[in-house]
């Protein structure tokens, strides 16, 4: 499977970054496991989302994608602009949460 990473960097050193995944999006769900993290799970100023698929592109997910934002044009996190995907690997949906430590 291959490993996807974003890095969320923050000023505070005291806080916790949790995410809990509501639902994803992918063309063959054995492709798919128990597989989205978030580390590490104490405070820091770096923390790593990480999902591991294996990835075909799939014309499914790039609907769902679309559908799910509204279907307006997205930015990456390069701040790069683009039109709607033909094809995703995957999309995954969930809550982003911020905890801090006193």
Not at 26 to 41: A, H, K, L, Q, R
């Amino acid at each position: 499977m291959d490993t996807n990473d974003l890095d969320f960097y923050v000023r505070n050193s005291n806080l916790t970054l949790s995410f809990k995944e509501e639902e994803h999006s992918i063309g063959n769900e054995s492709d798919w496991g128990d597989n989205v993290t978030m580390s590490p799970d104490k405070p820091s100023s770096k923390f790593t989302l990480t999902i591991k698929v294996n990835r075909h592109g799939s014309k499914d997910v790039a609907e769902y994608f679309s559908e799910t934002i509204g279907g307006t044009p997205h930015c990456t996190a390069d701040y790069s602009c683009d039109a709607l995907p033909d094809k995703l690997n995957f999309a995954v949906k969930g809550k982003l949460a911020f905890s801090t430590q006193v």
